[in-house]
């Protein structure tokens, strides 16, 4: 499986953006799928995850701001983010796992989400 992230970008607080994680590889839909974001001199953190069952997860800061869902006929998981803060800048990456609760196998390249006050 390979994944190519993208969305990414410079906005201001308040505003959305959506990124995109598009994989190739059979069989994607079976696979959870994380969006991890790297901060500066903070641990890399998971802040939405969906597994192929469609079960989805949050990290408590973003809960009511981001959305994660999959379009398993176009290999792509979405992460849609409003009401960006600050804090929410920083890589995001995305992986993707085979078996749920194992770490992730497979990631992508990583986006930058900058957020200015």
């Known amino acids: 499986v390979q994944l190519q992230a993208s969305g990414g970008g410079l906005v201001q607080a308040g505003d959305s953006l959506r990124l995109s994680c598009a994989a190739s590889g059979r069989a994607f839909s079976r696979y959870g799928v994380g969006w991890l974001r790297q901060a500066p001199a903070k641990d890399r953190e998971v802040v939405a995850a969906?597994?192929?069952?469609?079960?989805?997860d949050y990290l408590g800061s973003v809960k009511g701001r981001f959305t994660i869902s999959r379009d398993n006929a176009k290999n792509t998981v979405y992460l849609q983010m409003t009401g960006l803060k600050p804090e929410d800048t920083g890589v995001y990456y995305c992986?993707?796992?085979?078996?749920?609760?194992?770490?992730?196998?497979?990631w992508g390249q990583g986006t930058q989400v900058t957020v200015s006050s």
């Open positions: 992986a993707a796992r085979s078996t749920e609760g194992r770490p992730y196998d497979y």
């Open positions: 969906i597994a192929g069952n469609g079960a989805v």
